[in-house]
């Protein structure tokens, strides 16, 4: 059987040309070589697998290279066939993760003053460099403040803040990118060609997904697909060498999910997923995308209906994907919202809330007693807000109750789509017309708020009293209800929003 390093190690670019990616860090290298500006140390900072070693290699046999410094080693010469077999005297890899260098570093301390054998440069490669001992940063940094003119410091590393400050100064870094999905599809293509294997493109897409912008990752993931299905690549082998549930199994589980079948959901994740031993992230996310692209299709062929229902479902998984994630026990959480998203009332029926709204004006009236005691309005504010009453039912009682308080109140995720957003922004445009008739500027906040911003408010005591106040209004409770997405976000003083 053969290696899974091996396509990884057969098809590691050997000249600046064959690098995909990282194009800015290749043309900034190149320039360095042209104008003859080479810096003493360089810092390549980024994931694992996007190509910092197979970079930094290429950039030893750029200044090694007979014809070097040359922006295109010829790979053929003795040097350059040297450093490719990693047997080149004057290219000398570490990998500080190995043993933290201590040893290599004091070596490196002794043997840096010493003139290149063979080559015109003398190249360190230290690889996860932010793993070496605080003696071995001390050791480095003294050869770094005065390096001799022909020494070149390699620097990669997945952790660049975990490297003293004193080591970075002196470093020219470059941050590399995870790959792009079409980057890492078509070095998977060209590979596929070069070995003659053959392929369906949605199986190295799949392949590329799971390898999130590693290529490291998805060329070892392509030669396991490889092993597995013995010469032709397709979707289905292709899950099945991953551990994917199958296409249809997701297929499936997501029309229950849509139509509300509970007891089918529950027995496909049963049989089909768990007691098959799938992992429910990888789940998750196969679900993710097929969501994904049943919204962008459905988007595209202007089915409003069901763009609203995937876009609700999408939504929904991107949190459980979240969730799980950190949650001792995933599958019971999945199980759980699973349960949630079949039986709780459809989300999206705005036409529910509004009738909803609309026949509750006796609300309205409570909520007018309730809240008038604690800061009686103007009449000014009275007026308009009668004028809002009799021009906007549904959006006029809901804002109503907001203000009759004193305060105005944001209420975010309680849009399930941008479709009822836009509608509900007209309503709101309209009655911050009306506002402004009476010398009122209304504001509805739909931005979104960061989540540092909603500590800081619960920090905030006097704001997180009037939020309890808030929460414990009958019609706010009611529209929280119909929307267990949303939180209240914010609750600011009329007087202030309203002047
Ligand atoms: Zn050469």
């Given at each position: 059987m053969r290696n899974y390093q091996v396509i990884a190690r057969r098809w590691r670019p050997k000249s600046f040309n064959e690098v995909v990616g990282q194009k800015h860090v290749v043309e900034t290298l190149r320039r360095a070589i042209k104008t003859g500006?080479?810096?003493?140390?360089?810092?390549?900072?980024?994931?694992?697998?996007?190509?910092?070693?197979?970079?930094?290699?290429?950039?030893?046999?750029?200044?090694?290279?007979?014809?070097?410094?040359?922006?295109?080693?010829?790979?053929?010469?003795?040097?350059?066939?040297?450093?490719?077999?990693?047997?080149?005297p004057d290219v000398i890899e570490m990998d500080a993760a190995s043993n933290r260098g201590i040893d290599e570093i004091r070596e490196l301390r002794d043997n840096v003053r010493l003139f290149p054998i063979k080559g015109k440069y003398k190249v360190y490669i230290i690889d996860e460099v932010h793993m070496l001992t605080e003696q071995a940063f001390n050791a480095l940094l003294k050869t770094l403040e005065e390096p001799p003119h022909f020494?070149?410091?390699?620097?990669?590393?997945?952790?660049?803040?975990?490297?003293?400050?004193?080591?970075?100064?002196?470093?020219?870094?470059?941050?590399?990118?995870?790959?792009?999905?079409?980057?890492?599809?078509?070095?998977?293509?060209?590979?596929?060609?070069?070995?003659?294997?053959?392929?369906?493109?949605?199986?190295?897409?799949?392949?590329?997904?799971?390898?999130?912008?590693?290529?490291?990752?998805?060329?070892?993931?392509?030669?396991?697909?490889?092993?597995?299905?013995g010469g032709r690549i397709d979707e289905a082998n292709t899950r099945e060498a991953l551990g994917m549930v199958d296409a249809l199994v997701v297929e499936e589980f997501v029309k229950a999910v849509l139509s509300r079948d509970l007891r089918y959901s529950l027995d496909l994740l049963d049989n089909y997923?768990?007691?098959?031993?799938?992992?429910?992230?990888?789940?998750?996310?196969?679900?993710?995308?097929?969501?994904?692209?049943?919204?962008?299709?459905?988007?595209?062929?202007?089915k409003v209906e069901d763009a609203v229902k995937f876009y609700t479902l999408f939504r929904a998984f991107v949190k459980i994907a979240e969730e799980i994630r950190r949650h001792p026990y995933p599958e019971m959480l999945f199980e759980a919202e699973i349960v949630r998203l079949t039986t709780l009332p459809p989300l999206e029926n705005i036409s529910k809330l509004m009738k909803l709204v609309e026949s509750d004006v006796d609300i309205l009236q409570e909520v007018s007693k309730v809240e008038s005691g604690e800061k009686p309005p103007t009449s000014k504010l009275q007026d308009f807000l009668n004028e809002l009453k009799g021009k906007y039912s549904w959006m006029g009682v809901i804002e109503n109750a907001?203000?009759?308080?004193?305060?105005?109140?944001?209420?975010?995720?309680?849009?399930?789509?941008?479709?009822?957003?836009?509608?509900?922004?007209?309503?709101?445009?309209?009655?911050?017309?009306v506002a402004s008739n009476y010398g009122f500027t209304l504001i509805f906040d739909e931005s979104g708020v960061e989540s540092k911003e909603l500590e800081r408010l619960q920090e905030e005591k006097p704001k997180l009293s009037l939020r309890e106040q808030v929460r414990e209004n009958p019609l706010v409770k009611r529209i929280l209800a119909l929307f267990p997405e949303a939180t209240i976000v914010d609750v600011k003083n009329s007087k202030r929003r309203i002047s």
């Open positions: 500006k080479i810096a003493h140390a360089y810092l390549f900072s980024g994931p694992r697998g996007v190509g910092k070693t197979s970079i930094a290699r290429i950039f030893a046999k750029a200044l090694n290279c007979v014809n070097g410094p040359t922006e295109e080693p010829c790979l053929t010469c003795p040097n350059c066939v040297e450093i490719d077999k990693g047997v080149f020494v070149v410091f390699l620097f990669a590393t997945t952790s660049a803040r975990k490297i003293p400050n004193t080591i970075l100064s002196r470093c020219v870094r470059f941050d590399f990118k995870p790959l792009t999905l079409d980057e890492a599809v078509s070095i998977l293509a060209s590979i596929c060609n070069n070995e003659g294997v053959e392929y369906e493109g949605r199986a190295l897409e799949i392949i590329a997904k799971v390898a999130e912008g590693s290529l490291r990752d998805a060329e070892m993931l392509l030669e396991q697909v490889i092993a597995y299905s997923v768990i007691r098959r031993g799938y992992d429910i992230g990888t789940f998750t996310m196969g679900l993710l995308d097929y969501v994904r692209n049943g919204l962008k299709k459905s988007g595209l062929e202007g907001l203000i009759v308080d004193s305060n105005s109140i944001t209420i975010k995720g309680a849009v399930l789509s941008d479709i009822y957003r836009d509608m509900i922004r007209k309503k709101l445009k309209e009655m911050m017309e």
